[in-house]
């Protein structure tokens, strides 16, 4: 029997970020948005929190038969 799972889960990532202190409110938003944009922060992110929300499963017994179950 193949059953295919789900899980749905809120992650929070948080990144400690060195940034140039001359930068007033809006470039340093922007400046975090170039970087998560351009990839450079994805080394820096880390998984701060995991909410779960669902999980469901789906039992294939064939192409034609599939069963859901959900919780």
Same mark, same amino acid.
């Given at each position: @029997?193949?059953?295919?799972? /789900?899980?749905?889960?809120?992650? /929070?990532?948080? $990144? %400690? =970020? ?6 007033? &409110? !809006? $470039?340093?938003?922007? %400046?975090? /948005? ?6 450079? @922060?994805? /080394?820096? =992110? ?5 909410? !779960? &929300?669902?999980? #469901? ?8 038969? @599939?069963?859901?179950? #959900? $919780?």
């Amino acid at each position: @029997m193949k059953v295919i799972v /789900t899980v749905v889960e809120k992650i /929070t990532s948080e $990144a %400690h =970020l060195d940034i140039p202190n001359e930068l007033d &409110e !809006f $470039a340093i938003r922007q %400046h975090i /948005t170039d970087l998560y944009n351009s990839g450079d @922060m994805l /080394t820096d =992110l880390n998984i701060f929190q995991a909410d !779960f &929300e669902s999980i #469901s499963a789906r039992i294939v017994r064939n192409e034609s038969d @599939m069963n859901f179950i #959900s $919780a």
